[in-house]
């Protein structure tokens, strides 16, 4: 397979119905973004939605989230939400996202780019690593706000 990488520009049906099979697969605790949702990831300055279709014009087959944004130690990036579709696993479309992330963070002047990653997500750490990420010995702390009885945050 040859991911196609591009940038969303703008909403449509389309990707409405790509977050709704893709996202399930990544996370069930979090709500599917719908058309609102998607439009103001797309339209913030600080963050990059990416998307991989399965050759040129073909169907989107994953996606990832690039933050950037300056803090006062420089310009730092994160990769968010990276999801391929389990029928597409395997064959280099989340590699393609996260190359065209780097390249990208790059290019907005950050050092550096982070993500996290479930230990439990054994394919997804493997291309982390064959990516050239490097486990980082650090405390990643969380404080959920507003949690619901049962809602693991």
Same mark, same amino acid.
């Given at each position: 397979m040859s991911a196609a990488v591009g940038e969303v520009a703008e909403v449509d049906g389309e990707l409405v119905e790509a977050f709704a099979r893709l996202a399930p697969q990544l996370t069930r605790s979090a709500p599917?973004?719908?058309?609102?949702?998607?439009?103001?990831i797309v339209a913030s300055p600080a963050t990059r939605l990416l998307v991989a279709r399965d050759g040129p014009g073909g169907p989107i087959v994953g996606t990832l989230t690039?933050?950037?944004? =300056?803090?006062?130690?420089?310009?730092?990036?994160?990769?968010?939400?990276?999801?391929?579709? $389990?029928?597409?696993?395997? *064959?280099? @479309?989340?590699?393609?996202?996260v190359a065209r992330a780097v390249e990208l963070a790059a290019a907005a002047g950050a050092r550096t780019v982070?993500?996290?990653?479930?230990?439990? =997500?054994?394919?997804?750490?493997?291309?982390?690593?064959?990516?050239g990420f490097v486990?980082? $010995?650090?405390?990643?702390? *969380?404080? @959920?706000i507003g949690n619901k009885a049962g809602d693991p945050g």
């Open positions: 599917v973004p719908g058309p609102d949702g998607l439009a103001e690039l933050v950037v944004f =300056r803090i006062p130690t420089g310009v730092r990036a994160w990769i968010e939400d990276v999801v391929t579709d $389990e029928a597409a696993r395997g *064959r280099g @479309v989340g590699a393609a996202l982070d993500l996290t990653s479930r230990p439990e =997500r054994e394919a997804a750490n493997r291309l982390y690593e064959r990516a486990r980082r $010995e650090t405390n990643v702390y *969380r404080i @959920v």
